[in-house]
């Protein structure tokens, strides 16, 4: 039987919210629940309700994504666990691509390229991830900032569950915070050169709204595990 894969959307007040529920129900792969975790929305929640038997509905008082995220891994009941923000989409066989892979490479986790979109769900970059020639060069640009889109993750619930969870206390950088525990637990985080996710990029969106307390908070972060990140670099090869 194929393993189960819980994809998590944090919800709050996004008008795209049934775009990305559409993209999670009309994966080619099987064996999927939803888990919508309404983080306290106060509009737009109408948007599921064509949905609702479909999904797994959970409201929460608002507590930012972090929260929103480990509240529905928590919940989860697969072996694999997905974020899909809620303005952005999966590809129809991205589900179907990701657990191939890693379970051909006993993955732990991987993540993947992803296109571009606008507000009106125009793609207009493709392939935009940043590309590495090696692992070392990956575990390096992490030292600066963040190079992984979390929507394009795909994690065992297990490996969260042993490192430790989102930082609830960072509102914007809890996933860069999390791939640096990832890299420096030592687990192999792959990449797999195909866009399976779009992205949306428009003018709400709080990577836009927020973009200098976001630089800040990254820089912190950076910060915080410069030591051991040089240590980890010091001891790979190449």
Known sequence: ?????????????????????????????PNIEIIVVDDGSTEHQSRLDPYRSRIIYLGKANGGTASALNYGIQMASGKYVAW?????????????????????????????????????????QRAAAMKYPTAKAFINSLKNGCPVNGCTVMMTKHLIESIGWFNQSLPYTHDYELWVRVVLSQVDFHYINEPLTVYRRHTQMGTAKHFNTILLEAQNVSQQYAFQMNALLAQLPG
């Open 84 to 124: 899909l923000s809620s303005d952005d989409r999966f590809m129809p066989d991205k589900v179907t691509k990701q657990v191939a892979y890693m379970e051909q490479m006993n993955a732990q986790i991987s993540h993947t390229d992803y296109d571009i979109m606008n507000e009106h769900g125009t793609v207009t």
């Open 1 to 29: 039987m194929l393993p189960k894969v819980s994809i998590i959307i944090p919800f709050y007040n996004d008008p795209f919210i049934d775009q990305a529920v559409v993209s999670a129900l009309y994966q080619t792969y």
